[in-house]
C-alpha cells in the first residue's frame, strides 16, 4: 500500500517536510492557498515552527497527525504551514499579530486568517484536549469556524485592527535633535541594571544570551575600565560556560536556559547563537587575555566544524535539534549516574562526578535521575576535596571528558538541519574571522573564505539580489527562490569587509559596496528614512506582508537597521563616499527618541551609535614576517567596536587593489621600498608615521 503524502512531500524545507505524511492537507506559503480560501470562502489556519522547536513537534503529534482533527482542519480551513527560518519575513509579522491578539508569542505560532491573510485569531501552542488552563484545540477550531460563518463582521473588524497594531508595532520611529554618547550610556546602564551579579546573565528565568549587549559592556569596558560593566561581561561570560546551557563535552551553546542558573537548557543549539556567543568569548579573551576565553571560543568552533559545517563545499549549516523524539527531553545529552559510571574508570568518575555535579538526583523533570553536566567545582577544589594532586585530575577530568562524548556519539543523534542561510552563515563567517585574527587559526579563516565565496556564487546576482537560502538540506530544491531580507544584505556586507581585512583582496571589498549598494536601493526608506525589512512585492501581497516594518530590535540576532547603518559606517571609512555615512546617521537618528527604551534589546543600536560617534582606527600592517605577526598581534590586543586591522603583502598595496581611503596614502609610503615590517596607524582622515616598533605601535593604540 502506497503511505498517502499531502503537498508539502514537494516542499523543500526539512521542517515542512516533516509534515508531509500528516493527515492534514497541508499548503505552503504562496498565493495559491489564499486563492483556494478565497474560492471556498474559508478562513485559513497558519501554522509557524522550526525543524528545532520541540513544542511545535508536540503539537504535531498531538493534533496534526491526529486522523479526527485533520478531518476537522480539512473541512473548516485551508491549512498553510510555515518554516520560520526559511520565511522570517512572515513570521515576524504575524509574531506581531499574535502578540497584539494574545499579548505573547512563539512557536509553534497558531493563527486564524481571514482568506486575504489578515489574523483574526491567534495564540502558540493548543493542546489536543482541554489541560494546561488551555482550551483543546478542536473545540477552539470549531468555535473559530463557526465565528467565521456567523460572526464575521466581528472576524473583519478584527482582522483590520491587528493589521493596524502590525504596521505601528513594525514602525518605530522618534527622531532626536542629536546623536550623543549619552545614548549609548543608557543602554549600557540598562543592560548592568538588569545584570544578576550572582548567576551572571541579565533579569531571572528564562536566560537568553544576548551577545550583542556583551559584545557593548566588552568595549566599554575596554575604554573606560568600568568595574561594573567589566563585571556583568564576565560573569556572564563564565557562569554561562560552566554552565549546562553550555555543552561541556561536544562545545557550543544550546538556546537559552530555563532556570535563573544556566543549568537546564532547552536543548537545540543554533548557529546564530554560537556565531554571535563565538565573537563575545574572542572579544573578551582579547581584552582581558583570560585563557579561558580562548578554550571556550575554540571549543565552539569544534563543535561548527564538526555539526553544522560543510567541509566540502563550504557554508554552515543552520541548527541542530534538541530531541530524537517526542518522548524525551534532551536525553541525548544528559547522563544518569549509572550511565556516567558505566563508561568510565572509578578513577575518572571520583572527579567527574563532582566536576560535572553528576548524582542519582539530576536535573530533569521528566526524567529526575537524569544529569545536566555543567560545572560545579575547579579542578583545584575537587583535588584537595579527594587528596590527589591537581596533576591527577586534571588528566582524569579529560579522560572522562573524550570517553563520555565517544558514549554520547553512540546514541541517536538529533536532527541537524543542514540548510544553508545567508544571514546566519554573515555572522558566521564573521565570528570565523574574527577568531582566526585573535586566535591565529589560518584554518579557520580559510574556511570562512570559503564560504563566503560560496554565497557570493550561488546567492549574489546583480539583478536578482541575494538569496535568503543558499542550499536546503539533503539535497532538496525549491522551486521558487526566496528572496533575500535585510539582514541577509547587512550580515554579507559585514562579512565581506571582514574578508578584505582578513585577505587584502580587492575583490571582497568590491563585492561588499556591491551589496551594500543593492541593500540602499531595495530596502533604503528614502523619504521616512531607514531601512524596510523587506522589499516591497511588485506582485500579489498575501495580509500581514503588506505591512512594511523597520526593525531596531534585537530577537535574536542583531537588528537588521543598526547592523546595516555599521555596515554602511564601515564602508564610508574604505570608500570615502558620504552618501553611505549620511544614510547611516539617518537610520541612527530614525529611532533616537525611542531607543533608550528598549534597553539592551537594543544593544546594537548602541554598537552602531558608537560606531557613529568615535573616529574609525585602522592598522595595516605591512609584512610576512615574524616582525609583521607581532605588529599584528599588538594592534589586535584589546577589542573596540571602530578599530580594524588589516595585514597586506607588499604586492597588494597598489592604488588598484586597494579601497580609496587607503589608496591614497600607502602606495606612496617611502617604508615599501625597504625589506622591513612596519604599521601605519590611522584615525578618521589621518595617518600616524609608519612604525616597526610594535611597543609603539601599542603605545599610539593606547593614545587613540
Known sequence: MTEKLNSLAQ?????????????????????TAFARAAAEDKPVLLDIGAVWCHWCHVMDRESYEDPTLAEVINEHFIAVKVDRDERPDVDSRYQAAVSAISGQGGWPLTAILTPDGRPFFGGTYFPREDRYGRPGFERVLLALSSAWKNKRDEALESASSVIAAIEHEGSFAGRAGTLGPELVDKLIASAVQQFDPVNGGFGSQPKFPHPAALDLLIDEAARTGDE???RAALVTLGKMAHGGVYDQLAGGFHRYSVDERWVVPHFEKMLYDNAGLLKNYVHAFQTFVEPEHARVATDIIRWIDEWLSDRELGGFYASQDADIDLDDDGDYFTWTRHEAASALTPEELEVAEPFYDIGEIGD?????????????????????????????????????????????????????DRTVYTG???????????????????????????????????GWDAERGLAHVIAYADGHTSSERVPGILEDYAFIVHAAIDAWEASGERRYYDAAIDIADAMISRFYDATGGAFFDAEQSSGQVIGALAARRKPLQDSPTPAANPLAAAALLRLEALSGRAEYREKAEDTLEHFAGIVEHFGLYAATYGI???????????????????????????????FAINKAVVPLRRIQVTRKNLPPMLAETLPSLPQLAASGSFAVLCKGNSCMPPTADAEVLLEELSRV
Open 364 to 416: 530533569m523533570h521528566h526524567d529526575p535521575k537524569k544529569n545536566v553536566l555543567h560545572v560545579k567545582y575547579t579542578a583545584e577544589e575537587i583535588a584537595k576535596r579527594i587528596g590527589r594532586s591537581i596533576e591527577d585530575v586534571e588528566r582524569d577530568l579529560q579522560s572522562a571528558k573524550q570517553k563520555l562524548y565517544a558514549a554520547r556519539l553512540k546514541r541517536k543523534t538529533p536532527f541537524v
Open 608 to 638: 552602531a551609535l558608537r560606531q557613529f560617534l568615535v573616529a574609525p582606527v585602522q592598522v595595516v600592517i605591512l609584512g610576512e614576517d615574524d616582525a609583521a605577526k607581532r605588529l599584528a598581534a599588538m594592534a589586535t590586543a584589546r
Open 424 to 458: 546566519w552563515n554573515g555572522m558566521a563567517i564573521s565570528a570565523y574571522l574574527d577568531a582566526a585574527r585573535v586566535l591565529q587559526l589560518d584554518a579557520v579563516k580559510e574556511f570562512a573564505l570559503k564560504t563566503l565565496d560560496r554565497i557570493l556564487r550561488e
Open 228 to 230: 561594573n560593566v567589566r
Open 11 to 31: 516542499a523543500a524545507s526539512a521542517y515542512l517536510r516533516s509534515a508531509r505524511h500528516q493527515p492534514v492537507q497541508w499548503h505552503e506559503w504562496g498565493e
